[in-house]
């Protein structure tokens, strides 16, 4: 009875994550009686803002199989972009916004033709690019960061909907934004049957070429968006933006279920895994311990989560192998 | 990975042909001429490029960057990637200074416990590749972090600066005008070359990355080969990790963290494939050669440190679309059954 139960529990990719996020809560509720404070709760929404959407734009990458090792260059990039045109040029700031996300979109297009063009790794070209993107983005600030940003963007950020903020809109909508590209869309499906398997979609009339296109661009332009909330969040287009967001950007979809094969992410398990980083940091944070143990638990979380991931699929793969019927 | 399937379809088990040792030997002569003209039209045409000073300078660089590309082309003949490579270092760099600065111990004991520590490291990224059967990326990845976070609570950041003066002097030795860091790289070259090119450990490597599950099949005990590549590479990082701790008379946890970049681009321009099943051992060293003539040479030019991260990210797009067009070439020749 208990282990069946327990079955059917494991066979969401999300729901032992959550609840484990919901046990984090809980504990970090018992343990600091500022956790629920109205400060500490927006300070996370704040890095949520950032985040979820650093993980949204590896997670498509990580769909076809593919790997996106310039998300944090070309945040970056736009930010400091973004942060020229408001400062330098005085562009009103909703157009400031689309262009920035422009110029995100244009460098994923540059990752996805280089990759479709040459055949190469992507990985190879993603790490070159991150040279070049931090290269452009370093040569044309010398490391000085713009610190006039409009007052109105940093009211923008923090302004509330009723009881609501408005940040909280940013991870929910990219969340249910991509989530309908992938399962509701013919792109999102050839992306997935790419990162299944591409030969089988190629052979299936699949445009591996587009379809390798369409999702560094959507990557490029999500880590784009990134960069952009992430001057918001600051209140200065720092160069340095995007410069830590690597670990960060693998460990909410791997530890969320995403196979680096290809082929198999869940938006919802992305997203309860960057709540669960950002617990594990507050949760540090809380207990006053040094910084780095931080560091040093979201290596061991990424661990024990892709462990635990395989360890499912190999239990899954034994069950069918052994012709017992699985319930769906 | 989509170029992965294809490569490995055309993956070079056995003896390699005639047309792919002379394409090799194109490979490395191509990039010995690159070299040649570099570095022949900085000699010319930039002031102090042979000067004592500079030339003492890039070849001590030059010493630390071949050493960190073999750290990562020994994984790479697995088909494997260790991310942890700059951690590992760190870790290394941290240990050294702990043992010759707290403990006292004798330098060459210090050295050879930060090796130590260096392999054993190494070791768990191959243990834990192994026994998970996931993608060494995701693995070093996590390790990096792991290994990063590990140093610097044990050593609250804090870094080791009063280092004997004997050990300091390791980084200022000189073979005529330059580096004895050559020396030392040329040390670890050699080894690497015995291990690949005359060991049965070495073979068993490029078979295991040429293609894991013939050499498996074909009795190659795959498994302990993959952790002893992994401990390797580490050892060779803890060596990276020392040198640079001698150059800069001090420990510091930064050590490392710029490492990734280079440590790719070395043994990729020098023609070792990602995919697995072949290493250059002189093309890493030739590669890491280009690249710190490049780098030296921008410096000279006074183009700023911040674009030339930018040139160096072309120099890999140039040096991986040569790569690629090695391999389209290979295909176009195509043996059948290759």
Not at chain 1, 41 to 62: D, E, H, K, P, W
Request: net charge positive; hydrophobic share 60%.
């Amino acid at each position: 009875m208990n282990a069946s139960i327990l079955a059917r529990m494991l066979r969401h990719d999300w729901l032992p994550l959550l609840l484990m996020a919901i046990a984090a809560i809980v504990v970090l509720a018992l343990i600091s009686a500022s956790f629920f404070s109205n400060y500490n709760l927006f300070v996370m929404l704040r890095i949520l803002s950032v985040t979820s959407l650093v993980a949204l734009s590896q997670m498509v990458t990580i769909a076809i199989g593919q790997m996106n090792l310039a998300v944090g260059a070309i945040g970056g990039l736009v930010a400091i972009l973004f942060g020229a045109m408001l400062e330098l040029y005085g562009v009103p700031i909703p157009l400031a916004v689309l262009a920035a996300i422009g110029i995100g979109l244009l460098c994923g297009a540059v990752n996805g033709v280089l990759i479709a063009w040459t055949r190469i790794n992507g990985f190879i070209i993603t790490l070159a690019m991150l040279s070049v993107f931090t290269g452009l983005n370093y040569g044309i600030t010398k490391s000085i960061p713009f610190y006039n940003m409009p007052q109105a963007l940093k009211t923008a950020y923090d302004s509330y909907l009723g009881p609501i903020p408005m940040i909280l809109f940013i991870p929910v909508l990219a969340a249910l934004g991509v989530g309908f590209v992938l399962n509701r869309t013919r792109a999102g499906r050839h992306m997935l049957a790419m990162g299944g398997n591409p030969a089988a979609a190629e052979l299936a009339g699949i445009s591996v070429t587009r379809t390798l296109i369409f999702t560094h661009v959507l990557s490029g332009g999500l880590a784009g968006l990134a960069g952009v909330v992430a001057v918001a969040r600051l209140g200065t287009a720092e160069p340095s933006i995007g410069a830590d967001w690597l670990l960060a950007s693998f460990a909410a979809p791997v530890i969320g279920g995403a196979a680096l094969a290809g082929g198999h992410v869940s938006v919802i398990g992305t997203m309860i895994a960057v709540v669960l980083v950002i617990l594990l940091e507050n949760g540090l944070l809380l207990a006053r311990t040094n910084p780095f143990y931080v560091q040093f638990f979201l290596g061991a979380l990424i661990l024990l989560a892709v462990m635990f991931n395989q360890w499912r699929a190999r239990r899954t793969e034994a069950r069918r192998a052994s012709g017992r019927v699985v319930p769906t | 990975m989509l170029d992965t399937v294809e490569s490995a379809a055309g993956t070079r088990v056995g003896a390699p042909s005639w047309g792919d040792r002379l394409l090799r030997v194109a490979h490395a002569g191509g990039l010995l001429v690159v070299i040649v003209l570099l570095a022949g039209g900085a000699s010319l045409f930039v002031p102090n490029f042979l000067s004592p000073f500079n030339q003492f300078a890039l070849t001590r660089n030059l010493g630390v960057d071949i050493v960190i590309g073999f750290g990562m082309m020994t994984v790479l003949g697995l088909g494997h990637m260790n991310l942890a490579l700059g951690a590992i270092g760190a870790c290394a760099a941290m240990a050294v200074g702990f043992g010759l600065q707290t403990l006292g111990l004798p330098i060459p004991v210090a050295i050879a416990g930060a090796v130590v520590v260096g392999a054993l490291l190494g070791a768990l990224n191959g243990i834990l590749v192994v026994r998970t059967g996931l993608d060494s990326f995701i693995i070093t990845l996590a390790t990096a972090s792991l290994y990063f976070g590990l140093m610097f609570i044990l050593t609250r950041a804090e870094a080791f600066r009063d280092l004997p003066v004997e050990f300091s002097a390791l980084g200022k030795g000189r073979i005529g005008p330059y580096s004895s860091y050559l020396l030392m790289a040329a040390i670890v070259g050699a080894g690497l070359i015995v291990v690949f090119n005359f060991s049965e450990l070495g073979r068993q490597m490029l078979a295991t990355g040429a293609n894991r599950r013939a050499a498996g099949l074909s009795g190659v005990p795959v498994n302990r080969v993959t952790i002893i590549a992994h401990a390797l590479s580490g050892a060779i990082a803890a060596i990276a990790g020392v040198m640079v701790t001698a150059r800069l008379a001090s420990a510091l946890p930064s050590i490392g963290e710029d490492w990734l970049l280079p440590s790719f681009l070395a043994p990729l321009l020098g023609g070792t494939l990602l995919a697995g099943g072949y290493v250059s051992v002189i093309g890493a060293a030739l590669g890491a050669v280009l690249l710190s003539v490049l780098q030296n040479t921008l410096v000279l030019l006074n183009v700023s440190g911040f674009w030339i991260q930018f040139f160096l990210g072309l120099a890999l797009l140039a040096a991986v679309g040569m790569d690629r067009w090695r391999v389209v070439q290979t295909q176009k020749r195509g043996t059948p059954g290759r």
